[in-house]
């Protein structure tokens, strides 16, 4: 599903002289937006079946569109997935394009996320709000100067757009993450996480050496969490030197980076309840920020990873998931 940036980006060369206070006008998709100037149809390439409107001031565009959902996009992704594709295609071989600013959104009901993505190359910044709304990706965004910064009525256009005649709500009543404490039986480490999610464990013992690793994974548009432990081999503890722990937790943690093609910055030791964390940050190209956290513990290896767009490590939610960890010793 293509996003609109690179329509948007052709069009502000040529920004026109339209400027003012805000009037709201009816658009054939279902929405009433507020514009500085009536918006028009946008010309979009043969065989596109998105619809688009768009206006411009002399230093910003302003624009709204509809992008159909294909049945088997909708099929096989939860409309937080078809979200996470959207953003993501504005990100996908263009490594100068960076997410400023990301943010979950609703609009009657119908889940949304907002961002900004500056493009170093260009100069040129997109600040959007997108809603998957009923098999529809509904965007609307500005499109400036990076320099010059967002337009003043950027936040009144957002909060401009509402339904036109009868509305339609969509399933869900707020963007909180419903934290739960989780604490698997016999095991000394608990942890908040976002979702009440099911243990999905997996054998991986050969011959003789038992080993069984145990994941919680819960995941939201482009954001994931992802505790995990795995149980060693029941000599592992008796057997296993101060040398072969740190070698161990090292491993771990670059076993986690090369899996999601990260590049990690060095790690450092933290301490919680007295036991040793190893800790990186990484980044997945230009697309995604994380971090892991990996501790041995009387025979278990534990690893938590969050993964999202940048800003998004500023979040509470983020640093909950870390923070709340809990060791008894």
Not at 142 to 168: I, M
Not at 207 to 234: I, N
Request: hydrophobic share 35%; charged share 25%.
């Amino acid at each position: 599903m293509a996003a609109i940036l690179f329509v948007a980006a052709l069009a502000l060369i040529h920004p026109g002289s339209h400027s003012g206070a805000l009037q709201p006008y009816p658009l054939p998709i279902g929405l009433t937006v507020s514009f500085p100037a009536k918006p028009e149809p946008m010309n979009l390439a043969k065989g596109d079946d998105r619809k688009a409107y768009s206006c411009e001031t002399e230093s910003a565009l302003f624009y709204a569109s509809d992008s159909p959902v294909s049945p088997e996009e909708q099929k096989a992704l939860p409309p937080d997935q078809q979200l996470a594709a959207y953003v993501s295609g504005l990100l996908i071989d263009a490594p100068d394009r960076h997410v400023v600013r990301y943010n979950e959104v609703l609009m009657d009901g119908w889940p949304g996320v907002e961002y900004r993505i500056d493009d170093k190359k260009e100069g040129a910044s997109t600040w959007s709000r997108c809603y998957c709304m009923n098999g529809h990706i509904i965007e609307v965004g500005t499109l400036f100067g990076t320099d010059a910064g967002a337009p003043d009525s950027a936040t009144e256009f957002f909060d401009s757009v509402k339904q036109t005649g009868s509305r339609k709500c969509g399933p869900k009543s707020d963007c909180t993450f419903d934290f739960t404490r989780i604490q698997p039986g016999g095991v000394p480490v608990s942890i908040d996480f976002p979702a009440d999610v099911k243990d999905d464990a997996v054998d991986l013992s050969k011959d003789e050496f038992k080993m069984v690793l145990h994941r919680f994974t819960f995941e939201r548009d482009m954001r994931t969490f992802d505790y995990e432990y795995l149980d060693l081999p029941s000599d592992a503890e008796a057997s296993l030197s101060a040398d072969d722990i740190t070698d161990l937790r090292q491993r771990a943690l670059d076993s986690v980076i090369k899996n999601v093609e990260g590049e990690g910055d060095p790690a450092s030791i933290q301490q919680r309840d007295g036991n040793d964390w190893l800790s990186a940050n990484f980044h997945i190209g230009n697309a995604a920020f994380g971090r892991v956290d990996v501790m041995y513990f009387k025979g278990r290896v534990y690893t938590l990873i969050a993964i999202g767009p940048e800003p998004w490590s500023e979040s509470d939610e983020y640093k909950r998931f870390f923070d709340s960890v809990e060791v008894k010793n």
